[in-house]
T-cell receptor
Framework: KQEVTQIPAALSVPEGENLVLNCSFT??????LQWFRQDPGKGLTSLLL?????REQTSGRLNASLDKSSGRSTLYIAASQPGDSATYLC????????????FGKGTKLTVNP | GAVVSQHPSRVICKSGTSVKIECRSL??????MFWYRQFPKQSLMLMAT?????????EQGVEKDKFLINHASLTLSTLTVTSAHPEDSSFYIC???????????FGSGTRLTVV
């Protein structure tokens, strides 16, 4: 059974700092991995999608890496801003066509002005 | 990009009543949609997979008679919480996959409060 773990559960940083969020998964047989952002009481916003054959994806100040064999992904946020404060979730899609996403519990990020 | 619209965003209902939540894919067709539930400080838990034109597939422990799912068209799935109780109060989110490069797109969620 796939399990997704995100560390740390919460993170507080001053504005301008670069930071890394970690995601690990127990079963490396994944189709892709996706990072989401969730603001309080809101739905999810997709940030980056990495296919299993890819090593990283970049969008603006965000960079996500994937090491499928070791079951790890990181989300790097450069020059953090207070508007980046949210909960960040990673989710993996299993191989085999189940179409089910398995989510981590998220990392709650607070960027202080 | 792909957009999923979920309605209502917030609903308060009395115990024993039923509530319907709609999930629409606005600019793409979705043969499969997913319904999730999220308790405070917990991750999303998949409740069921909604398949257009056929019965939904429910995850273990989810009561199919309580959470009725209808996926009558390629752009609309509905979740009806029947005979709601306070313990059904939660945040419900739907998602759908656009077979392009967008991965899964999520609705904005529905906050259900049963009083």
């Amino acid at each position: 059974k796939q399990e997704v773990t995100q560390i740390p559960a919460a993170l507080s940083v001053p504005e301008g700092e670069n930071l890394v969020l970690n995601c690990s998964f127990t079963d490396s047989a994944i189709y892709n991995l996706q990072w989401f952002r969730q603001d309080p009481g809101k739905g999810l916003t997709s940030l980056l999608l990495i296919q299993s054959s890819q090593r990283e994806q970049t969008s603006g100040r965000l960079n996500a890496s994937l090491d499928k064999s070791s079951g790890r992904s990181t989300l790097y946020i450069a020059a953090s801003q207070p508007g980046d404060s949210a909960t960040y979730l990673c989710a993996v899609l299993q191989e085999g066509g189940s179409e089910k996403l398995v989510f981590g519990k998220g990392t709650k990020l607070t960027v202080n002005p | 990009g792909a957009v999923v619209s979920q309605h209502p965003s917030r609903v308060i209902c009395k115990s024993g009543t039923s509530v319907k939540i709609e999930c629409r894919s606005l600019d793409f067709q979705a043969t499969t949609m997913f319904w999730y539930r999220q308790f405070p400080k917990q991750s999303l838990m998949l409740m069921a997979t909604s398949n257009e034109g056929s019965k939904a597939t429910y995850e273990q422990g989810v009561e199919k008679d309580k959470f009725l799912i209808n996926h009558a068209s390629l752009t609309l799935s509905t979740l009806t919480v029947t005979s709601a109780h306070p313990e059904d109060s939660s945040f419900y989110i739907c998602s759908a996959e656009d077979v392009g490069a967008y991965g899964y797109t999520f609705g904005s969620g529905t906050r259900l409060t049963v009083v």
